[in-house]
Nanobody
């Protein structure tokens, strides 16, 4: 069992930066690959980024590639999402997620993740 708690959301102007954190409970954090998803009002939840359990490999949605960076600190049981050059269209509730499957297959698919946080709101003003 893994419990996830996001933090770091807020209101920022376009072009600004935010860093989201996701703290995981439990002693098996290193067994899980991690991801970030987001959901804007009236839209479906979408993939943002994924990182393997060791932190060796990371994958991004096309819309955020080059602006967002996913990372993890296994000693602190924490995952991060550094978001730079934010745009109004990045406004959404951001969720972290964990999955036991550590291969790169289907990392963007919501149903492959086993645990989810409650989400943190990110609002980017124009």
């Amino acid at each position: 069992q893994v419990q996830l708690a996001e933090s770091g959301g807020g209101l920022v102007q376009a072009g600004g930066s935010l860093r989201l954190s996701c703290a995981a409970s439990g002693r098996t954090f290193t067994s899980y690959a991690m991801g970030w998803f987001r959901q804007a009002p009236g839209k479906e939840r979408e993939f943002v980024a994924h990182i393997t359990s060791s932190g060796t490999n990371a994958y991004y949605a096309y819309s955020v590639k080059g602006r967002f960076t996913i990372s993890r600190d296994n000693a602190r049981n924490t995952e991060y999402l550094q978001m730079n050059s934010l745009k109004p269209e990045d406004t959404a509730v951001y969720y972290c997620a964990a999955r036991r499957q550590d291969s790169s297959a289907s990392y963007s698919r919501i149903e492959t993740y086993d645990y989810w946080g409650q989400g943190t709101q990110v609002t980017v003003s124009s």
